[in-house]
Structures are given as C-alpha cells and as structure tokens.
C-alpha cells in the first residue's frame, strides 16, 4: 500500500510539479523523520523566508511533531518557491536528515537554479560535531614530534609508506595492502565476519603511531569513505591512568575524555547509537596498556549508557558488545596477541622497502647530490642499509648523516667522517631512553645526550648484563627469571629495546624476551664491558678470540698474555664448531671499539671512572695491533716477483671494522705498521663498499708502497671512490 501511495504521489508530482501538494501529500511521513527542526529554521530564517515571529511560533509547540507540523503549515502558506527550499534543506543536509534519504531518492528531486542559489547553513549537531572531530584530529595529526622529541615537522611533508601485509590467522601474508583506505575495505584480508577489530601490529619503531596519525590527516581532509562522520582516537596507555575505582558510561568516554559536542550531546550521541558504522575507533599500544585492574572479575556490559570502568568498556568496544558495527582499529607491538573471535583483518607492518627508503631519503635530503652520496653509502654497507628497513632506525642514520653534513656547511659533499655503527646505536639508545621524558604543552626534550645516558645508568646497565649473559652461552631468547636476575624494571621494558617473544616462553606458559635486532643486543653486551667497573681486560676482549681461527688466537696471546685464559666458563672459544654462525661476536667487539673510540669519551666519562676507561683503551688498542700482526704473520706466503704476497682471510676484514670504527688515527697507524706485507690479496673475503672505506683508513698510514687484490668481493663504485685517499700507497690495485 504504501509503495502504490508513493506511485501516485509522484504521479501527481509530475502533473502538477506543486510542491505544496507534495509536502501534503507525504505530510506524516515527514512528521515521523524530520527530528531536527532547528536547522529548518535557521535556513528559513537566514533566507528570510521566515520571520522572527514565525520562529516563535514554531518553538512554542510542546513537542518535536506538533514543531515539524507548525512548519509545514507555514511553509505551505508562504507559497511553491518557500515549499521548494524547504525540500532543499532537507536534500542538502543529509546528516540532519538521514531517514529522508531514501524517500528524496524516490521523488527524485531536482532544485530549481533560482533555489540553488540559496544558502544553506548545517546547524546540526551531527554535522557540527563531526566538523569539529575533523578539526581536532586535522589539527593533532598536522605535525609530527620527531623520535627525538625535539622538534615537530609536517606530516605531509615527511610521512612515507612503509610496506604494510594483510596476514592470516597464523601470520602469513595474504598479499600487501594497496593504500591505508584499503584497511576498511570488506573484499580483501577479512579473517572473521563476525570480528570487528582491525589488528596491525609491528616490531617497535616500525610505524604504527605514524600510520595512524596518516590516517587521521586523512579523514580530517575527507579522504577516507565518506560515510565515516566519527574518528575516535585512543592511546592505551591513559586506559591505565583511570582508578580501580573508576566508572563511567560509554557517552562519558567519548565526550568528556575525548571531545565534548557543542550543542545537543544527547541527539549526537543518539545518531551514534543508531549509526554504529559511522563511527572509526583507533587505539594505538595495547602493549603499552598496564594495569592490575582483573577483567576477569567484572561483568561485560553492552549498555552506552551504563557505568563501568573504562578498561571493561574498552574490551567491550573491541569485541563489538558496545557500538556493534563500529570498526576499531588496535595497534601493537609484535608478540602481542589478542582472541581470534575479536579480529575482523589482521595486519602486519614491515617497515621500508628500498623504494620507500628512497623516497625517504627525498624528503629528508632535497638536494640531489647529498642525497645520491648517502644512498651511495648505505648500499655499500649491509649493516646500515639492513637497519633501514625500520623506520625509527633509518631516521636516525639520516640524523647521523645530516648532523656530519651540516657540521660541514659549505662543502659539496658529506665529509670524510662517515657514520659508523656505534654512532647509530647510541642515537637509537638516547631515543629510546627520551621515551620516558613527560611530555609538556609548552617545552620540548632539552636534555643533551650525556644527561639522558645518565639519567637511565642504571636501565642501560641491566640490559646490558641481560645481553651479555646471553652472549656468553649464545643465548638470544630470555626467560623472565633471566631478566628479573638482572634487575629489568618493568619500566625498562617499554622502551622498546627487549620485546616479548611470541612462541611459548622458555618456562612453559611463563613469558620469554629478546632484543629486537641481534645488533642491539651486541651493542648492550658491548656497552655492558665498558662501563660496568668489575669487568677487567680479560673478560673486555674475551670475545675477540672467537674470531681467530684455531692457532692464531694462540698466536695473538704470546703478545697479549692475559688472553691465555680460558674466556667464557673455562672453554676456548676458538675451538667451537667452524660452521657456527659468529656475527653476534663480531658486532660486540665491533661496537666495543667504537664506545672506546676518542668521540665518545666525552659521554662516557660521566658513565665510568676516566682511570677505568683508560685502562680498557690501551688494553684494546695494544690487541688490535698485536692481532692485526699476528692474523697476517701467520698466513702463508707466496714469492711472486718482488712481491711477498699474502692471502687474508674474512677475519682480517672484521678487524679492519673494528679498526675503522674506533676512528682513530693513532690506531690507524699501529695497524699499518702491523701489515708485514708488499702484496696483500683480500680475493673472496666477503668484503662489501664500505669495508674499502675502513681498508683506505688503515692504508693511508702504511709507509711503503703495497699491491692490492680486491677481486671477487662485493664492490661497487662507491667502494673505489672510498680507496682513492690511498691510491698514493698502491702499486697495483684490482
């Protein structure tokens, strides 16, 4: 019956084309779903199509239909063009007027030019409350605080895409996410129709706060589906600030805690409830949510308006109890799970891809030719270019870069000092550290990076035993006694430096932790032997023996005694397995020489006693020379000419490493002086670009004139540009 009425409605629409006659005809139906009747007036008034006192007359009526038939007896009265905007308001206020959608769909109406003309103000509170979230989150998202906390750049400018995965239920990928609108998109990665919860999780530094806050750029532009009028967003950390004691209803979440409607609170939130899938909820750390609050005693509640505390309304939101149809996005770091039943798509963050690192490096570098000569040094070095691919990490080798280039303004080029790995890893650590600062409205990070090392001693020194402990046995899985053992705060835990592991813990159910990069953990081990004050010269270069083959570690001790011990629980580490892989080693002793170098004697004088340093300075330099001498000693030598040719092994290119990053000179030249050679062939030494700038570092000092073979490496131009400074030293070179 009543599709045969809207028939003969829009039949006598056609006939007539009187609006006035419609507006008669569907009189009740629009008594039923018009509910704002102050938007109607504001435009009838502003167009002057209404007079003050007709707006009295209107709000004098008891209730919302007798107000909607007060209207449409005045805008009858006032004639066709008066009945015709009337219709327009309705069709151009679509939030206001949401239920008359299809019905205007039906009529198909179509204003004239002269009502087209006509303004048309949205006071709904709807749209006014949406106007203001985009605004809000418009103006949170614009900036970025840098990882450093000492600075805010703009979104636009510096955001990049990181490479983003749509997994399964057991982590494999299901194929890579088009663009970030994609995530809301229900034809692709859906693991559960039933879940409502979108899972993006990542390791730490990854880019999951700043993928959100992309996403809200966008949405504050428009950008995102267009029937999204909420975006709530959340950081789990303030769940934990609420009191045990806590209790408010779900209206109070979202507009005493997030952002609070101008006007009529009670018809916002009333549109939300009958709208679910209007609304986009993120809430960005779940792992950074602590509380003893126990969920377990306290019943779910799927009542907006019933009291509870904020963390039983935010397990009821994510599973979809509360406002069921909402998409909420909740963001992690890798390790942490949550219920199948909860997840809509699950989603798993990598980080840069080289195309993205260059694209990186375009906004962060414009000029050209810096750029080109940056890109150039972290494709010749694996470690660095490896390290990229986490976008905390590679912002700050950019730093690193950048501070040594504008150290030297004016010049075409980077300079000479390049940026070695201990300059990452103590930028990195600083970071990770400044995590900790309070954040203000009106004052940024000021401390310097002596004053943040300091200030965490004590965090950085139980990490460090942490990471050289497992050193020791090779260890890189932690139970949580291990860690307890070496007194981790529960706080140094959310610095992001150890993350949980996410197989079953060591213990059985108990948890279990690593670092989240083998290198980092180098790093604690290796700062761990120099700043703690019970460790001594032998157990400091403990492992440089494990990567002297069997013999040479022998060898290297009849100049050093001390190294007769037997390191590590009274085994020699020399005689282990052959194949084993012994990077682990190699980096701690890597960024031994590096924390030892003169540049970072400044920080940490203020970590160790100066006499203590000292002593762990000449006891590594004396090593370096004496091992540098003895590995090419004791290779065989071949008579070719008037050359005496020696073949160096892969060894010789770590020593050569850590030689570089000490970036000193004096070490340099006692390194030279142990080359006892004329013909030094590194051919098949697994030696990349960069080692070609630690190889000229040490040449540079050599006194005579050498030959060099360089074949079948990994080298590029960049490695022959970084050998030119000692090409005066070279007879031969291949």
């Known amino acids: 019956m009543e599709k045969q009425g809207?028939?003969?409605?829009?039949?006598?629409?056609?006939?007539?084309?009187?609006?006035?006659?419609?507006?008669?005809?569907?009189?009740?139906?629009?008594?039923?779903?018009?509910?704002?009747?102050?938007?109607?007036?504001?435009?009838?008034?502003?167009?002057?199509?209404?007079?003050?006192?007709?707006?009295?007359?209107?709000?004098?009526?008891?209730?919302?239909?007798?107000?909607?038939?007060?209207?449409?007896?005045?805008?009858?009265?006032?004639?066709?063009?008066?009945?015709?905007?009337?219709?327009?308001?309705?069709?151009?206020?679509?939030d206001a007027y949401v239920d008359l959608r299809p019905w205007l769909s039906e009529i198909s109406f179509s204003p004239s030019q002269l009502i087209q003309s006509k303004a048309v103000v949205n006071t709904d509170p709807v749209s006014r409350y949406s106007q203001k979230l985009r605004q809000q989150l418009g103006r949170d998202s614009k900036f970025i605080l840098c990882y450093a906390q000492k600075e805010e750049l703009l979104l636009e400018e510096m955001y990049t895409d990181t490479v983003v995965e749509l997994v399964d239920f057991g982590n494999e990928s299901l194929g890579s996410l088009g663009s970030l609108a994609?995530?809301?998109?229900?034809?692709?990665?859906?693991?559960?129709?039933q879940g409502e919860t979108i899972f993006i999780f990542g390791d730490a530094g990854v880019g999951k706060s700043m993928l959100l806050q992309r996403l809200q750029s966008l949405w504050a532009a428009g950008q995102l589906d267009a029937e999204l009028r909420f975006f709530f967003h959340f950081r789990c950390r303030?769940?934990?600030?609420?009191?045990?004691?806590?209790?408010?209803?779900?209206?109070?979440?979202?507009?005493?805690?997030?952002?609070?409607?101008?006007?009529?609170?009670?018809?916002?939130?009333?549109?939300?409830?009958?709208?679910?899938?209007?609304?986009?909820?993120?809430?960005?750390g779940l792992d950074e949510l602590h509380s003893d609050?126990?969920?377990?005693?306290?019943?779910?509640?799927?009542?907006?308006?019933?009291?509870?505390?904020?963390?039983?309304?935010?397990?009821?939101?994510?599973?979809?109890?509360l406002l069921k149809g909402a998409r909420k996005l909740l963001t992690a770091r890798t390790g942490i799970e949550i219920p199948r039943h909860l997840l809509w798509k699950k989603v798993f963050l990598r980080g840069f891809s080289p195309s993205h690192l260059r694209a990186y490096a375009g906004r962060m570098f414009p000029e050209r030719a810096v750029r080109q000569r940056l890109l150039d040094q972290l494709e010749a070095n694996a470690n660095l270019f490896s390290l990229c691919a986490v976008p905390l990490f590679c912002w700050i080798i950019f730093r690193c870069f950048q501070h040594f280039h504008d150290a030297f303004d004016g010049f075409p080029q980077l300079p000479d000092r390049t940026v070695t790995l201990t300059d990452v890893f103590l930028l990195v650590t600083e970071v990770h550290l400044n995590r900790t600062q309070p954040t203000s409205l009106v004052q940024r990070n000021t401390r310097s990076q002596t004053e943040t090392f300091r200030a965490g001693r004590g965090t950085l020194r139980s990490l460090g035993q942490v990471a050289h402990r497992g050193m020791e046995k090779s260890f890189f899985v932690f139970s949580q006694e291990e860690v307890q053992a070496s007194e981790v705060q529960e706080g140094d835990l959310q610095l992001g430096f150890l993350r949980a592991v996410p197989?079953?813990?060591?213990?059985?159910?108990?948890?279990?932790?690593?670092?989240?990069?083998?290198?980092?953990?180098?790093?604690?081990?290796?700062?761990?032997?120099?700043?703690?004050?019970?460790?001594?010269?032998?157990?400091?270069?403990?492992?440089?023996?494990?990567?002297?083959?069997?013999?040479?570690?022998?060898?290297?001790?009849?100049?050093?005694?001390?190294?007769?011990?037997?390191?590590?629980?009274?085994?020699?580490?020399?005689?282990?397995?052959?194949?084993?892989?012994?990077?682990?080693?190699?980096?701690?002793?890597?960024?031994?020489?590096?924390?030892?170098?003169?540049?970072?004697?400044?920080?940490?004088?203020?970590?160790?006693?100066a006499a203590t340093l000292r002593r762990k300075r000449r006891a590594l330099w004396a090593y370096l020379y004496a091992g540098l001498r003895s590995h090419l000693k004791h290779l065989p030598r071949v008579r070719s000419g008037n050359f005496s040719q020696v073949q160096a092994m892969p060894t010789f290119i770590w020593m050569l490493r850590c030689i570089y990053e000490t970036q000193?000179?004096?070490?340099?030249?006692?390194?030279?002086?142990?080359?006892c050679a004329n013909y030094l062939k590194l051919t098949f030494c697994n030696a990349c670009s960069a080692d070609c700038s630690a190889l000229s570092f040490v040449l540079h000092h050599f006194p005579k004139r050498l030959a060099l073979d360089l074949d079948n490496n990994n080298l590029n131009d960049y490695g022959v540009r970084e050998l030119q400074p000692c090409f005066s030293r070279l007879t031969v070179v291949r």
């Open 664 to 675: 000193s000179e004096k070490v340099g030249q006692l390194a030279a002086r142990g080359i």
């Open 6 to 94: 809207r028939s003969e409605m829009e039949v006598i629409r056609s006939e007539s084309h009187s609006y006035i006659k419609l507006l008669k005809v569907n009189r009740e139906h629009l008594v039923t779903h018009v509910r704002n009747t102050q938007c109607l007036l504001d435009n009838l008034l502003q167009n002057e199509y209404f007079s003050a006192e007709d707006v009295e007359i209107v709000c004098a009526c008891p209730t919302q239909p007798d107000k909607v038939r007060r209207i449409l007896d005045l805008v009858q009265s006032k004639g066709e063009e008066v009945s015709e905007f009337f219709l327009y308001v309705l069709q151009r206020l679509t």
């Open 293 to 321: 609050f126990d969920l377990s005693g306290e019943p779910d509640t799927s009542s907006p308006w019933e009291p509870a505390h904020p963390l039983v309304l935010l397990a009821n939101l994510l599973s979809g109890k």
């Open 182 to 193: 994609c995530l809301l998109d229900p034809s692709a990665g859906v693991l559960n129709e």
């Open 238 to 284: 303030t769940f934990s600030c609420f009191k045990e004691s806590a209790s408010l209803c779900l209206r109070d979440l979202l507009f005493k805690h997030y952002c609070y409607p101008e006007q009529d609170p009670e018809e916002v939130f009333a549109f939300l409830l009958r709208f679910p899938h209007t609304a986009l909820f993120t809430f960005d």
């Open 503 to 609: 197989e079953l813990g060591l213990g059985g159910d108990q948890q279990s932790y690593e670092f989240f990069h083998l290198t980092l953990q180098a790093f604690f081990a290796a700062f761990f032997l120099v700043v703690d004050n019970k460790v001594g010269t032998r157990e400091l270069l403990c492992f440089f023996q494990e990567w002297a083959p069997h013999g040479e570690a022998a060898a290297t001790s009849c100049y050093l005694p001390f190294l007769r011990i037997q390191c590590l629980g009274g085994r020699g580490l020399a005689r282990e397995d052959p194949f084993k892989n012994k990077d682990h080693f190699h980096f701690t002793n890597l960024f031994l020489c590096g924390l030892l170098s003169k540049d970072k004697q400044k920080l940490l004088r203020h970590l160790v006693p």
